[in-house]
């Protein structure tokens, strides 16, 4: 499992959707981010006890899907069009989408484990790149075994720019999704906080 990878991914969206905001505001959209992108891992349990390894329900199943990330994304933006929020329920919900998609995406490209039904449920079929270089632990020998800490370190130097910048103070190009985002408001007719 790709896990530093996963968080770099969440810290950088939350760091994004926080966009000029700092202190608590920022620190939330962290942890929220950061929480959803990892969120689709939480199969590894039914993978474990409970379905075959070749189940949509297995680990990088249908919870790493592009499908799911939609879905998580349009209820986002649904819940929070009709309850007040403090987050602006387009970027939020983008965000959210993004974060949970970014962790199928990046299983692609780990070097270990299963494919991911990333297309689901378009297509069943588990993929996987042919060039797979986020190296892949298992979580349980990641600090118990000298191949487990290699990963760690080797995933840790791949993942340091994304962590360098999405917790630097002014993190360039952070308002350009500002940009991105009032072209997609412009072209919706929606009106975004
Ligand atoms: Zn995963």
Do not use: Y
Not at 40 to 55: F, Q
Not at 181 to 189: A, K, P, Y
């Amino acid at each position: 499992m790709a896990t530093l990878a996963h968080v770099a991914a969440g810290l950088v969206i939350g760091r994004v959707h926080a966009q000029a905001a700092t202190g608590a505001s920022r620190l939330a959209s962290f942890v929220v981010f950061t929480g959803v992108a990892v969120l689709p891992d939480l199969d590894i349990v039914l993978s474990d006890s409970r379905v075959g390894g070749g189940s949509v329900l297995a680990h990088r199943g249908i919870s790493h899907s592009l499908g799911m990330a939609i879905a998580v994304g349009t209820v986002v933006w649904l819940l929070l069009r009709r309850f007040a929020s403090r987050w602006p329920p387009l970027r939020t919900a983008l965000a959210a989408g993004i974060a949970m998609a970014s962790n199928g995406l990046l299983d692609i490209f780990s070097a270990g484990g299963e494919g991911v039904t990333l297309l689901w449920p378009l297509v069943d079929a588990r993929l996987q790149s042919v060039w797979r270089p986020i190296p892949d632990a298992p979580v349980e020998s990641l600090l118990t075994t000298v191949r487990g800490i290699r990963c760690l370190l080797l995933e840790s130097a791949g993942c340091l720019p994304a962590f360098a910048w999405a917790l630097s103070r002014r993190a360039p190009m952070a308002r350009s999704s500002h940009v991105a985002l009032q072209v997609i408001r412009d072209s919706w007719g929606t009106k975004e906080r």
